[in-house]
């Protein structure tokens, strides 16, 4: 079954400070991985993409990295800021007509000031 | 250019009444989709849709219906709705279903059902 899972769950950090949150998948046949940051009460929006050819990606203080043979993902998140408070969702699409896109339930980042 | 809208926002319902969820979007795209959002779980995709008169079923699908009637409108109808509805509820749309375009989300449907 394909299957989308985050860790951890929810974290709190300091502003200023860095942070990695994980995604491990089993999506198969696997296309691409993306990251989307979710403010509390609006939709998801799309951070960063990944092809099965790709190992990093950033996007100015996010740097996502993927081992498509480990099939794992991270997101760093560097030099914290209190508007990076906010769930991070791991996406993984897969090549099959219909169930393209497989949702991790997410991590919820807390940054304190 | 305002991308992907939802309305209403907020709604309770008691149990057993009808209600429909709204989504319009205006950037031509082709595919459209409902998602539900429960605590401690990803978004499970209800119904979606690859053009105009062309909608399937997701992995939620049961107490919900869909139309596509045009390319920009995507409804979501709770026949009769049931306490397990209660979720915050997202529209998406993409170029196509491939999987290689973004999903741009609209900002959500808090439902309530009492």
């Known amino acids: 079954k394909n299957q989308v899972e985050q860790s951890p769950q929810s974290l709190i950090i300091l502003e200023g400070k860095n942070c990695t949150l994980q995604c491990n998948y089993t999506v198969s046949p696997f296309s691409n991985l993306r990251w989307y940051k979710q403010d509390t009460g609006r939709g998801p929006v799309s951070l960063t993409i990944?092809?099965?050819?790709?190992n990093t990606k950033s996007n100015g203080r996010y740097t996502a990295t993927l081992d498509a043979d480990t099939k794992q993902s991270s997101l760093h998140i560097t030099a914290s800021q209190l508007s990076d408070s906010a769930s991070y969702i791991c996406?993984?699409?897969?090549?099959?007509?219909?169930?393209?896109?497989?949702f991790g339930p997410g991590t919820r980042l807390s940054v304190l000031p | 250019n305002a991308g992907v809208t939802q309305t209403p926002k907020f709604q309770v319902l008691k149990t057993g009444q009808s209600m429909t969820l709204q989504c319009a979007q205006d950037m031509n795209h082709e595919y459209m989709s409902w998602y539900r959002q429960d605590p401690g779980m990803g978004l499970r995709l209800i119904h979606y849709s690859v053009g105009a008169g062309i909608t399937d079923q997701g992995e939620v699908p049961n107490g919900y219906n869909v139309s596509r009637s045009t390319t920009e409108d995507f409804p979501l109808r709770l026949l009769s709705a049931a306490p397990s509805q209660t979720s915050v509820y997202f529209c998406a749309s993409s170029l196509d279903i491939s999987g290689a375009n973004v999903l741009t989300f609209g900002a959500g449907s808090r439902l309530t059902v009492l």
């Open positions: 996406v993984v699409s897969a090549k099959n007509y219909g169930q393209n896109f497989v």
């Open positions: 990944m092809t099965f050819s790709e």
